[in-house]
């Protein structure tokens, strides 16, 4: 991914995670239960990390490793999409079995950070 792709996707799930937030506070409370509302809310919490992870991924990406950089980046958007997507969709939807697929997201954030943690490591760096 390049730089640009990094944050307009970042800043994309950071307006789509204000929203949510929103929702979930808003319009869901009256009609979900609260152990929903609570998964609705880690959804949310886990999209805002991972997008300022992409955005801090974006403003070191002259310093990492541009390959192990870029992939770690699509891990964390596709964590994003999988991870908060999923529970997301189990929320509305209240089919649990959409929850099945929650932690390959997290399997991916996890696979993301590694890779940044790499691109660190074979990165360029002053000392």
């Given at each position: 991914?390049?730089t ?27 009609h979900?239960s609260p ?43 596709a ?23 929650t ?25």
């Amino acid at each position: 991914m390049r730089t640009r792709s990094i944050v307009t996707c970042a800043a994309i799930a950071l307006m789509v995670g204000v929203g949510t937030g929103a929702f979930g506070a808003h319009g869901l409370r009256a009609h979900v239960s609260p152990h929903l509302l609570d998964v609705w809310q880690t959804a949310v919490l886990y999209q805002f990390v991972h997008a300022l992870g992409l955005l801090g991924i974006a403003a070191l990406q002259p310093r990492l490793h541009a390959r192990l950089a870029s992939a770690g980046a699509a891990f964390l958007l596709a964590g994003i999409l999988i991870f908060s997507g999923s529970l997301y969709a189990l929320v509305l939807s209240g089919v649990r079995l959409i929850g099945a697929i929650t932690p390959i997201g997290g399997v991916s954030f996890m696979i993301g950070w590694l890779l940044v943690a790499l691109a660190a490591l074979r990165g360029q760096w002053d000392t």
